[in-house]
C-alpha cells in the first residue's frame, strides 16, 4: 500500500485521487473563460487503501496504483482538503478506466 500523506490514508477500497488542472488556453493561444471550461475528469491517484474483503475474508487489492492516471465520474467523491490542496476520494469500483502508458 502506497502512502502520499503520513496523516490521511483511505480505507479499504477508496482512492485519493488530486484532478488534473483545466486547460486554459487553445492551442491557437486563446484563453478559456471560467464559465466555459469544463469539469476535468482526469485524475492522478495519490493514494489507495489495502482493498476490500470478500465473503471468504480474503482481501482482494484496488484496481490502480499511486502514480497512475485515472478517467473519474462526472459526478461524485467526497472533497478533502489536505496540506492546503484539494483532493476526491472515490471507491475502486466507481472510476471508469485507466490511461495506459505508451
Known amino acids: 500500500m502506497a502512502r502520499a500523506f503520513k496523516k490521511f490514508v483511505p480505507l479499504f477500497d477508496r482512492i485519493l485521487v488530486e484532478r488534473s488542472m483545466p486547460e486554459l488556453k487553445t492551442k491557437g493561444g486563446?484563453?478559456?473563460?471560467e464559465k466555459a471550461q469544463g469539469k476535468v475528469q482526469e485524475a492522478v491517484v495519490v493514494?489507495?487503501?489495502?482493498?476490500?474483503k470478500?465473503?471468504?475474508g480474503d482481501v482482494t487489492p484496488?484496481?490502480?496504483?499511486?502514480?497512475e492516471k485515472v478517467l473519474l465520474p462526472e459526478y461524485g467523491g467526497t472533497k478533502i482538503v489536505l496540506e492546503e490542496k484539494e483532493y476526491f476520494l472515490f471507491r475502486d469500483g466507481?472510476?471508469?478506466?485507466?490511461?495506459?502508458?505508451?
Request: glycine content about 14%; cysteine-free.
Open 30 to 33: 486563446i484563453m478559456i473563460p
Open 62 to 67: 484496488v484496481s490502480v496504483q499511486v502514480g
Open 47 to 52: 493514494a489507495t487503501g489495502s482493498g476490500f
Open 54 to 56: 470478500d465473503e471468504k
Open 94 to 102: 466507481d472510476l471508469l478506466g485507466k490511461y495506459e502508458l505508451q
